[in-house]
C-alpha cells in the first residue's frame, strides 16, 4: 500500500509540474520505473539463487518454492531487518516497495534487488521473477519453510497419513527442516498446472 501511495504521489506532482493528466502521469512514473536499470536489470541466476521476499510477498514466496527455489517471508518484517536479512543471507530481495527502493544498499546495488510493481497478482509476479532471473521449474521445496523434500518410505509414516490416501499412493515427502508430510494430490496436480504455464 504504500509502495502505491509513492507512485501516486510521484504522478500527483509530475502531473502539477508538467500539465498532464493524473492518469498519464502515472504512466510515465512507472514506465520510468520499469526501464530503470538499477530496478529491472538483474544479472543471470545462479543455480543456488536464495530469494527473500518482502512482507507484502508471501504468496509469491510460496510459489517459488514451490517452483524448487528458496524463498524466505516473515510476514510484518521491518524495512531494516528486511534489508539486515538480505544481507546475512546474501538473498536477493524481492520487492513491491518503491521507496525502499531509495535506500543506499539497493540504490548502489550492495544488495541484489528486483522491484515488482505493486498491482501484479501473485501469477504475474512468478511469471515476472521468472523471466527476469531466467528460472525454470525445478523439484519442489516446502511450501511452508522452503526446506528441502526426501521421499520417505510410506510404512513409516502410516500414522500420519490419512487411511485412505495411504491405500492409494505410495510416494511421501517430508520436509528436512520442519518435518511437514508431503503427497501427490489434487491439490498438488493444479499447482503443478499452474507452474508448467511458466514454460511456455
Known amino acids: 500500500e504504500e509502495g502505491v501511495q509513492w507512485l501516486v504521489a510521484k504522478a500527483d506532482s509530475l502531473s502539477t509540474s508538467e500539465g498532464i493528466s493524473l492518469a498519464g502521469a502515472l504512466a510515465r512514473v512507472y514506465e ?68 525502499l527502493m531509495e535506500r543506499r544498499l539497493l540504490r548502489d546495488r550492495i544488495i541484489p534487488v528486483f522491484w515488482l510493481p505493486p498491482t501484479l497478482s501473485i501469477p504475474e509476479q512468478l511469471a515476472l521473477v521468472f523471466r527476469e ?33 495411504y491405500r492409494w499412493l505410495d510416494e511421501f515427502f517430508v520436509c528436512r527442516r520442519c518435518g511437514k508430510l508431503f503427497w501427490h494430490g489434487t491439490h498438488w496436480h493444479k499447482i503443478m498446472a499452474r507452474l508448467a504455464d511458466l514454460k511456455h
Open 32 to 99: 520510468r520505473l520499469a526501464i530503470n536499470k538499477r530496478l529491472q536489470t538483474s544479472p543471470p541466476a545462479p543455480v543456488s539463487i536464495h530469494f527473500l521476499c518482502d512482507a507484502g510477498l508471501g504468496g509469491l514466496a510460496r510459489w517459488l518454492r514451490a517452483a524448487g527455489y528458496e524463498a524466505d517471508w516473515q510476514p510484518g518484517i521491518e524495512d531494516d531487518h528486511l534489508l539486515k536479512e538480505a544481507r546475512s543471507l546474501q538473498a536477493t530481495l524481492l520487492t513491491t516497495d518503491a521507496m
Open 133 to 165: 532471473f531466467g528460472l525454470i521449474v525445478r523439484g519442489p521445496r516446502c511450501m511452508s519453510c522452503g526446506g528441502e523434500l526426501h521421499r520417505v518410505p510410506k510404512e513409516t509414516l502410516r500414522d500420519r497419513i490419512p487411511p485412505k490416501t
